[in-house]
């Protein structure tokens, strides 16, 4: 496996690094500001910072997770039915912790610099907190005591922020009779706005079912506006990834989007 993840590793950078260079083209084409140099070159040194926390956590993820899969009175099998109940339930754990970490200003602090970014492209979508991985999986810890595979949770937490990755660009509009099911780049705007009607709304990470039965589900309305209600933090990675934390310590940390 392992001689073939560096090759599988390059070619979903270059996917990825394609459509991001698509998506500038179709900014630039259709006259619409949605790269910023200096906060482009921010995202990028911030998802440098977030995969290599990955690779550091991924010991500690499995770990956790496997410890508290051996205390579960029943072990599920590890087959394609169980990783479909697998995924489903990390959905609604996510949308959870998700929602939590927009209302308890512990939590907030590790959200705070993906809410940051004021324009919306796929190179804001892993503006991912470096030390989120630390957390993350202790909201995963009751599906392992259902008995789900260690490995299968993580996967399922895995793709579900890989699918999460398309949804941050303006370059794809409403998506019909999808809206309100699944999350969507128009939902997601939505979840990214400071506009009054968008704060706090949306936040399935691949079924949006979770918010429509919770009450927080927002259709795209009006014209997004991006970024924290407080405005911009700036350019410097290292201030965006711990800002949340320093005003935490300091008794200022707002929560808000």
């Given at each position: 496996?392992k001689?073939?993840?560096?090759?599988?590793?390059?070619?979903?950078?270059?996917?990825?690094?394609?459509?991001?260079?698509?998506?500038?083209?179709?900014?630039?084409?259709?006259?619409?500001?949605?790269?910023?140099?200096k906060?482009?070159?921010?995202?990028?040194?911030i998802?440098?910072?977030?995969?290599?926390s990955?690779?550091?956590?991924?010991?500690?993820?499995?770990?956790?997770?496997?410890?508290?899969?051996?205390?579960?009175?029943?072990?599920?099998?590890?087959?394609?039915?169980?990783?479909?109940?697998?995924?489903?339930?990390?959905?609604?754990?996510?949308?959870?912790?998700?929602?939590?970490?927009?209302?308890?200003?512990?939590?907030?602090?590790?959200?705070?610099?993906?809410?940051?970014?004021?324009?919306?492209?796929?190179?804001?979508?892993?503006?991912?907190?470096?030390?989120?991985?630390?957390?993350?999986?202790?909201?995963?810890?009751?599906?392992?005591?259902?008995?789900?595979?260690?490995?299968?949770?993580?996967?399922?937490?895995?793709?579900n922020l890989?699918?999460?990755f398309f949804?941050?660009?303006?370059?794809?509009?409403?998506?019909?009779?999808?809206?309100?099911?699944?999350?969507?780049?128009?939902?997601?705007r939505?979840h990214?706005?400071?506009?009054?009607?968008?704060?706090?709304?949306?936040?399935?990470?691949?079924?949006?079912?979770?918010?429509?039965?919770?009450?927080?589900?927002?259709?795209?309305?009006?014209?997004?506006?991006y970024?924290l209600?407080t405005g911009?933090?700036?350019y410097?990675?290292?201030?965006?990834?711990?800002?949340?934390?320093?005003?935490l310590?300091?008794?200022?940390?707002?929560?808000?989007?």
């Amino acid at each position: 496996m392992k001689r073939y993840a560096g090759p599988y590793r390059i070619w979903v950078l270059g996917f990825l690094l394609l459509l991001i260079l698509a998506e500038i083209i179709w900014g630039w084409k259709n006259d619409k500001k949605i790269y910023d140099i200096k906060e482009t070159f921010s995202n990028l040194a911030i998802l440098a910072g977030f995969h290599f926390s990955k690779i550091l956590f991924a010991g500690y993820q499995l770990t956790l997770l496997g410890f508290f899969t051996r205390l579960a009175p029943v072990k599920l099998p590890e087959n394609a039915w169980v990783f479909l109940l697998t995924f489903i339930t990390a959905d609604f754990i996510y949308y959870w912790f998700h929602r939590m970490s927009h209302f308890w200003k512990p939590l907030w602090a590790f959200h705070m610099v993906h809410h940051s970014a004021m324009h919306m492209n796929l190179t804001a979508a892993y503006r991912l907190n470096w030390l989120s991985a630390i957390i993350s999986p202790l909201f995963f810890i009751p599906a392992a005591l259902l008995g789900m595979p260690a490995d299968f949770i993580v996967i399922s937490y895995a793709l579900n922020l890989a699918y999460q990755f398309f949804l941050h660009t303006e370059a794809v509009d409403k998506m019909g009779i999808l809206e309100g099911f699944i999350d969507t780049p128009a939902a997601h705007r939505v979840h990214h706005g400071s506009n009054a009607i968008y704060i706090d709304k949306n936040f399935g990470g691949v079924l949006l079912i979770w918010d429509k039965l919770f009450k927080t589900y927002q259709p795209e309305t009006e014209k997004v506006n991006y970024g924290l209600t407080t405005g911009s933090m700036g350019y410097k990675p290292f201030v965006l990834v711990f800002r949340g934390f320093a005003e935490l310590f300091k008794g200022k940390n707002k929560v808000n989007s």
